[in-house]
T-cell receptor, first 115, second 110 residues
Framework: DAGVIQSPRHEVTEMGQEVTLRCKPI?????LFWYRQTMMRGLELLIY????????DSGMPEDRFSAKMPNASFSTLKIQPSEPRDSAVYFC?????????????FGEGSRLTVL | EDQVTQSPEALRLQEGESSSLNCSYT??????LFWYRQDPGKGPEFLFT???AGEEKEKERLKATLTKKESFLHITAPKPEDSATYLC???????????FGKGTLLTVNP
């Protein structure tokens, strides 16, 4: 079984550039989450989709961040313009749970470095 | 104030030396407490869900327990392959988000 697939695995870009991270959740899962992980702050929830609809985006740090889920098998997280403080590992996770997160299946992450 | 605190931050054990990791939480209306394992360069991997005080779950050398204010992850006779970061997360109230602790980095030496 394919797990959650994220791309790219590594991204190095310069400040001001647009960054797009991609995620393919596990087939049949109806919940999708984007998390960011840093040494200082640990894992932080950015946005949560249920049945392709954004339910909670309160964790998105600012307007430079946006996320979409056009269908059940694809989601993107975009940062425009990127800044050095955005450097982190970004994880996508999916779940079959509805009322509570339940068991999350994480991808291997996209490591972003903004110079 | 952190809502989920894990201790210790790092723990080094000899193979076979049993120990426990702690996860304390300050949220009210706990809906679930979750343990995950994270290997370097990988995403977290789900281990256990605990829903109510007194509940216990076991998997191989790991046993998770839950009280009203904390959870313990007991590791019995650990092996080097148990080395990883162990993350605790909680879901509470009407909120369906998971709030993660910063994790405990466990190293088991052969």
């Amino acid at each position: 079984d394919a797990g959650v697939i994220q791309s790219p695995r590594h991204e190095v870009t310069e400040m001001g550039q647009e960054v797009t991270l991609r995620c393919k959740p596990i087939s049949g899962h109806n919940s999708l989450f984007w998390y960011r992980q840093t040494m200082m702050r640990g894992l932080e929830l950015l946005i949560y989709f249920n049945n392709n609809v954004p339910i909670d985006d309160s964790g998105m740090p600012e307007d430079r961040f946006s996320a979409k889920m056009p269908n059940a098998s694809f989601s993107t997280l975009k940062i425009q313009p990127s800044e050095p403080r955005d450097s982190a590992v970004y994880f996508c996770a999916s779940s079959a749970g509805q009322l509570i997160p339940g068991e999350l299946f994480f991808g291997e992450g996209s490591r972003l470095t903004v110079l | 104030e952190d809502q989920v605190t894990q201790s210790p931050e790092a723990l080094r054990l000899q193979e076979g030396e049993s120990s426990s990791l702690n996860c304390s939480y300050t949220v009210s209306g706990l809906r679930g407490l979750f343990w995950y394992r994270q290997d370097p360069g990988k995403g977290p991997e789900f281990l256990f869900t605990l829903y109510s005080a007194g509940e216990e779950k076991e998997k191989e050398r790991l046993k998770a327990t839950l009280t009203k204010k904390e959870s313990f992850l007991h590791i019995t006779a650990p092996k080097p392959e148990d080395s990883a970061t162990y993350l605790c997360a909680v879901s509470w109230g009407s909120n369906y988000k998971l709030t993660f602790g910063k994790g405990t980095l466990l190293t088991v030496n052969p």
